[in-house]
C-alpha cells in the first residue's frame, strides 16, 4: 500500500508537535529518562529550534545526551516549584544542597559516591562561608538526599550501585553515581550575576507587559502557552487590547508549534492539548486530589452561581472547608472507598485540602487565597451539580440562603422565601452556556513563521 505526500506531511508535523509538547512539559529530556521523547527531538531538531524562538522567544539546546529548552519571561506565575518525592516543596535548605551539589557535580570527571559527594559538598559549603553539611544530621541527610533525588528524576545524575533512598535512610549504606555532566550543567538555565539581589534577579526575568507591539505578543503567546486559562480581566490593559486584536492569530502560531486547539471564550482562552500528552499536570484524574477536586469544582459550580454573566464568584470560606469536609475529611464515606482499591497514598484530611487548592488554583479554576477563594467561570466546563453529600450552610447575613426567622407579633413584615440554588440549576446553566457559548480551533492566521524579538533568550 503506497503512502501519499499528505499522510507523510501529516504524520511528520505529527511527531514534530509532539516533541514540541514532550519539550515544553518536561524542558530537560535525557536519553536516559525520556529515550522515546528524545529521539523524537534529536530527529526535528532544526525545526524546534527555529520555531521555539520564533514563537515563544525560548532558546533550545539539543545535545548528544540531553535537550535543554530555555524558557524565560514568566516566573510565578507559571513556574511548578521544585518537590520531593512526598510532594512536599523544596525547603530554602534543600535548595542550598541542590546548588552546591550542582557546583561539585559540574567539575566531576568520572563515577562518585554518595560519601565522596557529601566531603566535596561540605567543602565547597565551607569555601562559600554556607552553614551546610550533609553528616551533620538526619535532618541535613534527608535535605541534601531529596536534591540528589531531584537531579536522578532528571537523569543527570544515575544511581549505578545502591539508592539515594537507602542513604538517606542510613548513612552507612553508600551508594555509586555516574554523572552527565552536560545534563547538570544544563539544569540551571539562568545564572544569576554577582551583583543581582532575588527582587531585581526576577524583575530582570520577567516583563508581563512589554511595551513594543511584537515583544508584548511573544509575552502573551507564552502566557498563553504556559498558563492552563488567561482570563482577560487579570491582564494589563494593553495585553488585553493585543489579546483582542491578536488572538487568532496566537492560536495559529501556537496550533502550528504544539498542535493544539484553542478555546476562545468571552472570559479568556484556554489551549487544549491533545489527550495523548503526557502532562504534569493532568486533571480530571482518578486519584483521591483529583477526584476530590473534580467534585469539589461542580459542587460550587451548582451552589454558588452568580444569577447573572460574571467570570468569577466568591466562595464564602465557610462553605469551602464544609464541602472539602464532607467530600474528603476524615469522617467521609469515600475515604473508606480510597482505603480498599489499590492506588496511591491517601493523604491525611489537612493535606488533601492543602493538595486540592493547590491544584486547582494552578488550573486556574480557583484563584485568590484563604479567605478570599473565588471560583472561575472555566470551573463550569466539568458540570454544575450540589452534591449532597455537603451540608448546607446557614448564615444570618444579608447573603443567606435561608431568611432570618422574626418573633411572631414584632410587626415586621415576613420575607419573601428565597430560591433554593437546586432550583436555578437551569437558569445558571443557561447563563454560564451565554458566557462561554464556543469551542473553537484555530486553523488560520500567522504560522509562527516571521522573526522573533532579539529579547536575549539565546
Request: hydrophobic share 40%; net charge negative.
Amino acid at each position: 500500500m503506497e503512502t501519499s505526500a499528505h499522510t507523510e506531511d501529516a504524520a511528520l508535523i505529527g511527531e514534530r508537535q509532539a516533541a514540541a509538547r514532550a519539550l515544553m512539559a518536561r524542558p530537560l529530556l535525557t536519553r536516559r529518562t525520556h529515550p522515546a521523547e528524545f529521539s523524537l527531538v534529536r530527529s526535528h531538531a532544526e525545526w524546534l529550534v527555529q520555531r521555539f524562538q520564533r514563537v515563544l522567544g525560548y532558546r533550545l539546546t539539543v545535545a548528544d545526551e540531553h535537550a535543554r529548552l530555555v524558557k524565560r519571561g514568566l516566573v510565578d506565575e507559571v513556574v511548578r516549584p521544585a518537590e520531593r518525592a512526598t510532594g512536599a516543596r523544596f525547603t530554602p535548605r534543600t535548595h542550598t544542597y541542590l546548588a552546591l551539589a550542582l557546583a561539585v557535580l559540574v567539575e566531576q570527571t568520572g563515577p562518585t559516591t554518595a560519601r565522596s559527594l557529601t566531603a566535596g559538598v561540605r567543602a565547597a559549603a565551607r569555601e562559600a562561608g554556607i552553614d551546610a553539611d550533609p553528616g551533620r544530621g538526619l535532618g541535613e541527610r534527608r535535605a541534601f538526599c531529596a536534591a540528589l533525588h531531584h537531579l536522578v528524576g532528571f537523569g543527570a545524575l544515575t544511581e549505578t550501585a545502591g539508592t539515594v533512598r537507602a542513604h538517606q535512610a542510613d548513612p552507612a549504606v553508600d551508594v555509586e553515581l555516574t554523572p552527565d555532566t552536560g545534563a547538570l550543567r544544563a539544569v540551571t538555565a539562568h545564572l544569576p550575576r554577582a551583583g543581582d539581589d532575588p527582587d531585581s534577579f526576577l524583575t530582570d526575568a520577567a516583563d508581563p507587559d512589554p511595551e513594543g507591539d511584537q515583544a508584548g505578543e511573544i509575552a502573551l503567546r507564552r502566557l498563553l502557552a504556559e498558563t492552563a486559562v488567561v482570563y482577560r480581566e487579570h491582564l494589563p490593559d494593553r495585553q488585553r487590547d493585543r489579546l483582542a486584536a491578536h488572538q487568532w492569530r496566537a492560536a495559529a502560531a501556537l496550533g502550528n508549534l504544539l498542535g493544539c486547539d484553542t478555546e476562545i471564550r468571552a472570559e479568556g482562552v484556554a489551549l487544549v492539548m491533545p489527550d495523548e500528552t503526557d502532562a504534569a499536570q493532568r486533571f480530571p484524574s482518578d486519584d483521591p486530589v483529583g477526584r476530590t477536586a473534580l467534585a469539589l469544582v461542580r459542587h460550587l459550580s451548582g451552589r454558588l452561581h452568580p444569577g447573572r454573566p460574571a467570570t468569577s464568584v466568591a466562595v464564602p470560606d465557610l462553605e469551602l472547608r464544609t464541602a472539602l469536609d464532607a467530600l474528603g475529611g476524615a469522617d467521609a464515606p469515600v475515604r473508606a472507598e480510597w482505603a480498599r482499591t489499590a492506588g496511591p497514598e491517601i493523604p491525611d484530611p489537612e493535606r488533601l485540602s492543602a493538595l486540592v487548592l493547590e491544584l486547582l488554583a494552578a488550573l486556574g479554576l480557583l484563584t485568590g487565597g484563604p479567605g478570599q477563594w473565588a471560583l472561575t467561570a472555566a470551573a463550569a466546563r466539568f458540570g454544575a451539580d450540589v452534591d449532597e453529600r455537603v451540608p448546607m450552610i446557614q448564615d444570618n447575613d444579608e447573603d443567606s440562603r435561608t431568611p432570618p426567622a422574626h418573633a411572631r407579633g414584632s410587626g415586621q413584615d415576613e420575607p419573601d422565601p428565597q430560591t433554593d440554588p437546586r432550583d436555578d440549576l437551569d437558569r445558571v446553566t443557561s447563563v454560564l452556556q451565554a458566557v462561554a457559548n464556543e469551542k473553537v480551533s484555530a486553523t488560520s492566521g500567522d504560522t509562527g513563521d516571521d522573526p522573533g524579538p532579539r529579547d536575549g533568550s539565546g
